[in-house]
């Protein structure tokens, strides 16, 4: 069976409550899951093939939590996916794009597999909540993996 880790960085609860729905769908769907807090540091069995990064984008960077927790793993050909939740829109000066693609390389770079484009949840002010809809994107996230790791 598919093992699906997902690990969050959150500082006001949105990556991580996207985070918590994403598990929940994706168990209902009959795949495994770990949910684990990089913040927390908390552990996880290295038996996952597929990561799904939840984590916000700040100062035009991807955090720096975040980028250490990749920076530690050891993904030589298993598969990710990135969701960012960010405030600013796409076109704008501090756009989540250029810092997502960022971390897209270094993760290819280790020899890990991208399985779904980036996922951007946009937030409605800094703290949240996410902006309408986010669910259906989530869910529509959920498919495109589901139907990649058939
Ligand atoms: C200090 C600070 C800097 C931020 N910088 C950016 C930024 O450069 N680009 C952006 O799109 N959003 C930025 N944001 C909005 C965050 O992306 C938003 O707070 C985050 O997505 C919320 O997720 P969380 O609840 O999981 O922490 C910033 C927020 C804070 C508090």
Not at 13 to 30: H, M, V, Y
Request: hydrophobic content about 35%; overall charge positive; proline content about 4%.
């Amino acid at each position: 069976m598919k093992n699906v880790l997902i690990a969050y960085m959150s500082y006001f609860g949105n990556s991580r409550k996207c985070a918590g729905l994403f598990s929940e769908d994706l168990k209902s769907r009959g795949l495994e899951t770990q949910l684990v807090s990089i913040k927390d540091n908390e552990e996880y069995s290295e038996e996952w093939d597929t990561l799904v990064i939840f984590s916000p984008v700040r100062m035009g960077r991807i955090v720096g939590k975040t980028r250490k927790f990749i920076r530690s793993l050891n993904g030589s050909g298993k598969n990710f996916a990135l969701v960012i939740s960010h405030g600013a829109d796409l076109d704008q000066r501090f756009s989540p794009v250029k810092p997502t693609k960022k971390l897209q390389t270094s993760m290819t770079v280790k020899g890990m597999i991208e399985a779904v484009d980036p996922t951007y949840i946009k937030v409605v002010s800094s703290e949240g909540p996410p902006v309408e809809g986010f669910e259906d994107t989530l869910r529509e996230l959920a498919d495109s993996l589901v139907n990649f790791l058939k």
